[in-house]
């Protein structure tokens, strides 16, 4: 069984939907699923929880491929606002849900091995070739960001996919000194910057477990993280794999519309039925 994580709230339902029926289908071993939520309707009353209905969607279509797979909903509000409420990196432009991965080592019912995902990514190869890889050394395993190798430092890693060993985290204390990091500085990337400054034994991966610019025929994840366009101007773009509009007219990319079928199928079952999601 494979150890995932997702993190984030009802908006990012879509990515989280879009990404498991893309890693189900090219894995055929159950998944073993944790997301990780909150609910800050009480700061944000757009900070709304992943809820069991998101779940139970999710669940059902991952156990098309494999009847093992499961979903289990994991409340860290409490740990959140007893941890992190006062940080410093609080009002950025991203929401506080980005500090639940360095919240998982709280949590004891996450398995030691586990493989943290953004919810923008699209997996196109077997994921079982990262998952296995031995963590017995290391903290984390990540590969390079694809922007901060050029501007911040060539070995500067991006968080959004991260397979982690939380037995060793928890007794270097790597992720509590992020925490405290985050805390007290603010920064532009602030938990991907605490987790490449606190986490002592890394390992870096291949670019083809999180190719962040562009798919080619080794790549196993691609990570629809913001791109830096250079011409005519320097600028960003930042298009999720939910947008499918915008993926097809502008990034010209079509090569997961089996992923698309399936999601807008799960979507239409839930109208159907008058799940709200």
């Keep these: 069984m494979i150890n995932l994580m997702f993190c984030g ?61 499961k979903i289990t909903l994991v409340d860290a509000t409490n740990i959140y606002k007893e941890e992190m409420i006062n ?34 990514i699209v997996c196109y190869k077997d994921i079982n070739t990262l998952y296995e890889i031995d963590m017995s050394n290391y903290e984390i395993a990540a590969a390079r960001d694809f922007i901060g190798r050029k501007w911040i430092d060539y070995n500067y890693l991006n968080s959004g996919v991260l397979l982690m060993n939380l037995d060793n985290i928890r007794k270097k204390g790597s992720f509590e000194k992020c925490r405290k990091m985050c805390m007290n500085k603010r920064m532009v990337l602030p938990d991907q910057t605490a987790l490449n400054k606190c986490c002592e034994n890394k390992l870096i991966l291949e670019d083809k477990y999180n190719e962040q610019y562009k798919r080619n025929k080794e790549t196993v994840i691609r990570h629809f993280s913001m791109q830096l366009l250079y011409f005519p101007i320097i600028r960003p773009r930042n298009i ?14 079509n090569d997961y519309d089996d992923v698309y079928e399936e999601y807008i199928d799960a979507k239409k079952s839930c109208s159907n039925r008058g799940i709200v999601v």
């Design 240 to 253: 999720k794999p939910w947008e499918i509009d915008k993926m097809h007219k502008v990034m010209k990319i």
């Design 87 to 120: 940080n410093k990196n609080r009002k950025t432009h991203y929401t506080p849900y980005i500090f639940l991965r360095i919240l998982s080592d709280k949590i004891e019912i996450l398995p030691d091995k586990i493989l943290y995902l953004d919810t923008d």
């Design 9 to 69: 709230n009802d908006r990012v339902f879509d990515g989280m939907l879009i990404s498991l029926i893309s890693i189900s289908k090219h894995t055929k071993e159950a998944l073993n699923v944790y997301l990780m939520t909150m609910d800050l309707t009480d700061i944000n009353e757009t900070f709304k929880p992943i809820t069991k209905n998101h779940c139970q969607i999710i669940e059902n279509k991952i156990k098309e491929i494999n009847t093992q797979s």
